[in-house]
């Protein structure tokens, strides 16, 4: 079994009757999803919360039963993968384009459970470039006041064109080396006006799963 599978996995311990659970977007919590599908055929009653169309599709062909956030007051928990993870248990997230649904979702879940294969884990958030989702509109002068924080900036593309997020936005992947404060950070970029959300999930994990010398561990806050 690989990584991702092993620590994806261990996530559906903590999923139990009758939960509304946010699913969330990547190829970690991918194996999470594949296996509340199993559970949910043998039985296991939830309901869950899609953090992307991708991962909607996939709830909707494993069974899953799905409502909105309109539908629901609160999630028992959120599943979801990282890009990093750091020994703080601060994240970057949103390399495959769904941060803004993973924020609003992890922020609505009574507990965010973080799953990140070995090669996730850092000891400074910054070496993966951080996704700042930005509306289309002025985008380019909302990069330059990005880049007034530091960094160099590339707006994402996806086959020959700017990539569009689910919400119809452009991603800036903002590359600052080091990111010393990211909670400093998180906020001064969300205060620039044409900027959506961006990538640093700050305080927000509960419990990381991932592994140490091959071992599945569980960290908790
Ligand atoms: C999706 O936008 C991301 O936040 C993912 O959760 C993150 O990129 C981790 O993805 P993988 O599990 O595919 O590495």
Same mark, same amino acid.
């Given at each position: 079994?690989?990584?991702? &599978? !092993?620590?994806?996995?261990?996530?559906?311990?903590?999923?139990? $009757?009758?939960?509304?659970?946010?699913?969330?977007?990547?190829?970690?919590?991918?194996?999470?999803?594949?296996?509340?599908?199993?559970?949910?055929?043998?039985?296991?009653?939830?309901?869950?919360?899609?953090?992307?169309?991708?991962?909607?599709? @996939?709830?909707?062909?494993?069974?899953?039963?799905?409502?909105? !956030?309109?539908?629901? #007051?609160?999630? #028992?928990?959120?599943? #979801?993968?990282a890009?990093e993870v750091d020994?703080?248990m601060e994240l970057?997230?949103?390399?495959?384009?769904?941060?803004?649904?993973?924020?609003?979702?992890?922020?609505?879940?009574? &507990?965010?459970?973080v799953?990140a #294969? /070995?090669?996730k884990v850092v000891?400074?958030?910054?070496?993966?470039?951080?996704?700042?989702?930005?509306?289309?509109?002025?985008?380019?002068?909302?990069?330059?006041?990005?880049? /007034?924080?530091?960094?160099?900036?590339? @707006?994402?593309?996806?086959?020959?064109?700017?990539?569009?997020? $689910?919400?119809?936005?452009?991603?800036?992947?903002? $590359?600052?080396?080091?990111?010393?404060?990211?909670?400093?950070?998180?906020?001064?970029?969300?205060?620039?006006?044409?900027?959506?959300?961006?990538?640093?999930?700050?305080?927000?994990a $509960?419990?990381v799963?991932t @592994?140490?010398? &091959?071992?599945?561990?569980?960290?908790?806050?």
């Amino acid at each position: 079994m690989n990584e991702k &599978q !092993l620590v994806g996995e261990k996530a559906v311990e903590f999923v139990k $009757d009758g939960m509304v659970v946010g699913l969330g977007t990547g190829s970690t919590v991918y194996y999470t999803i594949l296996k509340l599908g199993e559970l949910v055929k043998e039985g296991l009653k939830i309901t869950g919360v899609p953090t992307s169309l991708a991962t909607e599709k @996939l709830a909707k062909e494993l069974g899953i039963p799905l409502v909105t !956030l309109e539908e629901v #007051d609160y999630l #028992d928990v959120a599943i #979801d993968g990282a890009d990093e993870v750091d020994r703080n248990m601060e994240l970057i997230k949103g390399g495959g384009g769904a941060l803004l649904r993973e924020k609003i979702i992890a922020r609505a879940s009574n &507990q965010f459970i973080v799953v990140a #294969d /070995s090669s996730k884990v850092v000891e400074t958030l910054g070496t993966f470039p951080l996704p700042v989702e930005v509306t289309s509109f002025g985008h380019a002068i909302t990069k330059k006041h990005i880049l /007034s924080l530091g960094g160099t900036a590339t @707006l994402r593309q996806s086959m020959g064109s700017n990539y569009v997020s $689910d919400n119809g936005n452009y991603i800036y992947d903002v $590359d600052f080396t080091e990111i010393p404060n990211p909670e400093a950070l998180e906020r001064a970029l969300n205060l620039i006006p044409g900027v959506v959300e961006n990538g640093l999930f700050v305080g927000m994990a $509960d419990k990381v799963i991932t @592994l140490k010398n &091959q071992k599945v561990i569980v960290k908790e806050k």
